[in-house]
């Protein structure tokens, strides 16, 4: 279902249709090729060792038992790789990471990696690696992390905060939000809901593990095969850390198998481009699952406070909220993000909000889907819902009453413009999920959510092929079927059918830079991309059509796919279509082209409102959900499916956070499921179908209105959840995941108190 | 590594007596395969016994019914006969790993690996399964509930294979049922689980019991005082709840990734009643 909030909208004649996707065949036969499909000529196995303990310093590392053993061409250690980072803290950290230099600061930290004829021979290399650790206290709660002084993560904790401030040494950053003054805010409220919540650590669940071929030669150059969501950031930072030329670095993304964040940060590729280095040979590196788990970023773990004070009318009088993120041992943006998320739904006229980033020893955080939001959304949504009960009020209206507005002030700062957080709360009102009813141990939640979208550098080119057919070549990466999108919208410009357009993701030599797909940015930017490049094609189309026709090229219009003459002296002149002009291309100036390289601006935001309802087995505390609904605004959804693909994956993946999804780890600091087995990702059985409705208010800043929704969707569902359960159990909760053991003991708690 | 599939299981026997090292036996893989790609094992000989014909097969007895030790777990879901007269155990076999891994296992491969939360050993507990082991000296006869000593070791001696599962004839207004709680919906391991045996009189009122408990102890767990608690009742509320006691008052569970000692006590109580009431409803259906 779609709901068109403005009367006044564009007609389109590809744009909103639901074709099929154009990787679609590719996928379903197996002919994709991801990560570990590429392969070249003398290609050695890399494999990595890597910390068993949580903390402790690097005495020495032996690697001459593994470099005599035959087979193996290269062994690396950080002494392999030099630091050139040219006193770039941020990117020695990420050396650091990639590969530990004097302390393994997690568990799965890499220490080491072999380079060896097969797999077998490079196990066994790994097995004859001596290191020599001092095993060091280690912290892998963020509240204890905070107490603790004794325990520093990183020796570089201390250089972002002032030490007469007196601040814990495992801060890594505070961040402040708001206006107003919420003292006074408080003051005037009727009631005051405060809480605290925990949130445990969840990974981005990728089916795809990371997976790169690396092949630096002796001249200096490279070429790097990998899944990555953005080659040109990869290409740029493999090159610092190697001490490369950028443009000496070829970097080709294969298909990829998810990345929700997580593939926009680099983890084995330098190690894989200094071990091809090292042997002279190209070097493929795939990781295991139990890898990806212990190695590469997931989200961070969360402590949260919330005071919310309103009106007897339910008017928020006044916001706060206290944040802490762990952000592993590196530097993070974790908490500033949560703290700017945390209110963004609400006009609050007193509102602050702190974020905290957390060094612990956990691997690093990594960006996981609109990150740090579903936490902070998970405990504010939960105060809204505790409140709504307490006014006896019905929740939806209560987020009626103080849902942002275009011309609202945002809670974080800026002004909000063209928004529709109040279209969706209207379209969820008018939704018959509200109606249906509820029996006996079963709730209904719901929640809201924000999520910002990002611009930034895009470049695209189309090449008209002989036949009148285009190829458009984008460099923003495919994670949701944008390639399809992408055609759509070439298609619509220029005036042709859908399956007339092939888009292709173009590696780092055949464009200029892209910003990685993140920041639900890859169909907003490239589409805005791909629409300059086909008006500039256009433009050489009908120039080729003047010279065709000989008539001056202002008396030229491109219309419907054609060159139309216009005025009295041309205007019977029968039409020239796309596949005519193409055809005479080589006679009239040569390939017909167009390019677009852009800093995208103008991006908008995308709001959500998520219902869910569900049954909670008093006996076993697990839940059940029943229906689950996602309502958002997508501005304009140029393939509709692939809007409410990403709508229904966020709220799955929401879902298993909400109930199953976390790191645990022993009291020894090691992560004890490593694995899908007992790292309780949904399976299909697990949930309902996943109803959608797309809501479309144009964002003013894009040709055709549209904003980015692909992050949006996870940040409600951990509330919704929540909300669900805690009206169905008459127990609030406030521990995510709400794992069946966990449920049950909040049961039994409250029974006892 | 050598690998050999034998036709007999005579051949078999040869083979896995005639081996010094490291040897497994291979009927599904589905736990050996995951080992050897783990690293966690490098076996120096595989026994595939999926060749031996009369491994691969179902058949009716004198006494019950004869279960190769190489019939997939989704062969024993497809038995009309065995779904008929044991529930139980063909729907905890149905329940191990997924659709894909189900065409793979075996119920004596699940025996073997003698994990405690075997899905498919409690139902064949609480059914007094017989397990027949053949090796070096001959073949031999035992409980099911004797061959898992620890996790991850059997009581099975160097050379010997099991092969088969043995299970009664069903008698009138007796059935079995089994339930295990995961937190996901499939493609889990169970938390706690319970497996029941009931016979009845006409009348309802239950004649034999046995119950078995899964992942709440280092082996599976026969609770014979719970068993004890349901025989001549009619499964009222005062027999559930005791038997819930004594099955949550006989579980040793431990702590770890998968559930608390708290939790686990408590469900394995929950779902002992659940799968008593399921089985009693199957017995009085079965008339």
């Not at chain 1, 611009?455 to 695209?460: A, D, P, V």
Request: with cysteine; glycine share 10%.
């Amino acid at each position: 279902m779609n709901i068109n909030a403005k009367t006044q909208i564009q007609e389109f004649r590809s744009v909103g249709t639901r074709p099929v996707r154009q990787d679609g065949v590719d996928k379903v036969t197996g002919r994709a090729r991801y990560g570990a499909d590429y392969n070249m000529p003398g290609q050695l196995v890399g494999l990595v060792l890597r910390s068993p303990h949580a903390h402790a310093r690097i005495k020495s590392i032996d690697t001459s038992a593994a470099e005599a053993l035959k087979g193996v061409k290269a062994v690396i250690t950080a002494a392999d790789l030099p630091d050139h980072a040219d006193g770039d803290e941020g990117l020695l950290e990420i050396l650091d990471n990639c590969m530990a230099r004097t302390k393994a600061r997690y568990d799965g930290h890499a220490v080491a990696a072999v380079a060896a004829i097969d797999e077998a021979t490079a196990r066994k290399a790994l097995g004859l690696i001596r290191v020599d650790y001092e095993v060091l206290p280690h912290v892998t709660d963020v509240d204890e992390a905070l107490k603790s002084t004794a325990n520093v993560v990183h020796e570089h904790a201390t250089s972002r905060v002032d030490p007469e401030q007196n601040v814990p040494l495992n801060v890594h950053a505070t961040e402040e939000f708001g206006h107003g003054d919420i003292e006074a805010g408080f003051a005037k409220s009727d009631l005051i809901v405060e809480r605290s919540f925990k949130a445990e650590q969840s990974h981005q669940g990728y089916i795809e593990p990371h997976a790169c071929v690396a092949s630096v030669n002796a001249d200096g150059t490279g070429d790097l095969w990998v899944t990555t969501q953005g080659h040109f950031s990869y290409r740029i930072v493999c090159a610092q850390l190697l001490g490369m030329d950028v443009s000496k670095l070829r970097v080709t993304s294969s298909e990829i198998g998810g990345g929700f964040g997580g593939k926009t940060h680099v983890w084995a590729e330098p190690v894989a481009l200094a071990l091809s280095r090292k042997a002279g040979r190209p070097v493929k590196l795939t990781m295991s699952r139990e890898e990806v788990f212990r190695s590469t970023g997931p989200t961070s773990p969360a402590s949260i406070d919330v005071k919310i004070g309103v009106s007897n009318e339910g008017v928020i009088t006044s916001a706060y909220a206290h944040l802490r993120y762990g952000c592993g041992p590196y530097s993070g943006v974790w908490g500033m993000l949560g703290a700017m998320t945390a209110f963004a739904c609400y006009d609050i006229e007193n509102v602050k909000t702190i974020g905290i980033d957390v060094r612990i020893n956990r691997p690093k955080t990594a960006a996981y889907r609109a990150p740090s939001a579903p936490v902070a959304a998970f405990a504010v949504e939960s105060v809204l819902d505790e409140i709504a009960q307490k006014l006896d009020m019905d929740p939806l209206e209560l987020r009626f009453r103080n849902a942002v507005k275009n011309g609202s002030r945002s809670s974080y700062g800026p002004t909000f413009g063209t928004i529709g957080l109040v279209e969706v709360l209207e379209a969820v009102k008018s939704h018959p999920q509200l109606n249906v009813p509820l029996a006996a141990n079963q709730g209904r939640g719901i929640a809201c959510g924000y999520w910002f979208n990002i611009g930034g550098q895009t470049c695209t080119t189309l090449n008209i092929g002989v036949d009148g057919t285009a190829t458009l070549t984008i460099g923003t990466v495919d994670v949701g079927g944008s390639r399809s999108s992408m055609s759509l919208v070439a298609a619509e410009e220029l005036g042709i059918d859908y399956d007339k357009v092939k888009t292709v993701i173009g590696d780092t030599a055949t464009l200029g830079h892209n910003d990685t797909t993140e920041g639900s940015r890859g169909t907003f930017s490239s589409s805005m991309a791909t629409i300059n490049a086909v008006k500039q094609a256009i433009g050489v189309l009908r120039e080729r059509a003047a010279k065709m026709w000989e008539i001056p090229v202002d008396d030229v219009v491109w219309e419907k796919g054609c060159a139309r003459a216009v005025g009295e002296e041309h205007g019977n002149l029968p039409t020239l279509s796309l596949a005519e002009i193409a055809k005479e291309a080589p006679n009239t100036g040569g390939p017909i082209a167009g390019h677009s390289e852009i800093v995208a601006e103008g991006v908008g935001v995308s709001f959500g409102a998520h219902i869910c309802d569900v049954e909670v087995d008093p006996e076993t505390g697990a839940t059940k959900i029943l229906r689950y609904l996602v309502v958002q605004d997508a501005g304009r959804a140029i393939h509709p499916a692939y809007v409410e693909g990403q709508y229904q994956g966020g709220a799955v993946q929401g879902i298993g956070w909400a109930l199953n999804e976390e790191y645990v780890y022993g009291a020894d600091g090691r992560l004890q499921n490593a694995g899908f087995l007992d790292y309780r990702i949904p399976v299909c059985s697990d949930l309902p179908m996943i109803d959608t409705v797309i809501v479309e208010v144009p964002n003013p800043g894009h040709p055709y209105g549209v904003r980015g929704v692909g992050e949006t969707p996870i940040v409600p569902p951990l509330a919704a959840v929540a909300n669900a359960i805690s009206r169905a159990t008459g127990v609030r909760m406030t521990h995510v995941p709400m794992s069946p053991p966990r449920v049950l003991a909040a049961l039994e708690n409250a029974k006892v108190t | 590594m050598h690998y050999s599939r034998p036709n007999s299981v005579a051949e078999a026997v040869n083979l896995l007596g005639g081996n010094t090292g490291n040897a497994f036996i291979l009927a599904g893989g589905s736990d050996l395969l995951v080992r050897m790609k783990g690293g966690f094992v490098e076996p120096s000989l595989i026994v595939d016994i999926k060749a031996i014909a009369e491994l691969r097969q179902i058949r009716a007895t004198d006494k019950g019914f004869w279960i190769g030790a190489a019939v997939t777990c989704a062969e024993l879901g497809e038995s009309e006969m065995l779904r008929a007269a044991w529930p139980g155990v063909v729907e905890a076999a149905n329940l191990i790993g997924s659709k894909q891994v189900q065409g793979r296992c075996t119920i004596a491969g699940n025996l073997c690996n003698a994990s405690p939360a075997a899905d498919s050993v409690p139902a064949l507990v609480a059914a007094g399964a017989r397990v027949h082991i053949v090796g070096p000296n001959g073949s031999r006869v035992t409980a099911v509930e004797d061959v898992p000593l620890s996790p991850g070791k059997t009581s099975l001696a160097p050379g010997e294979m099991v092969a088969a599962i043995e299970l009664d004839e069903r008698p009138a207004h007796a059935s079995d049922a089994y339930i295990r709680f995961i937190p996901r919906t499939e493609m889990d391991i169970a938390v706690a689980s319970a497996g029941i045996n009931l016979t009845l009189d006409a009348d309802g009122t239950i004649k034999t019991a046995r119950v078995a408990l899964g992942a709440v102890a280092p082996t599976v767990l026969r609770v014979d005082e719970a068993a004890e608690a349901l025989v001549g009742t009619k499964l009222e509320t005062a027999a559930l709840e005791r038997l819930a006691e004594t099955c949550s008052a006989a579980a040793r569970p431990i702590d770890d990734k998968r559930g608390t000692i708290a939790y686990r006590k408590s469900v394995v109580g929950v779902l002992a009643k659940r799968t008593a009431e399921l089985a009693y409803k199957r017995a009085r259906a079965n008339s």
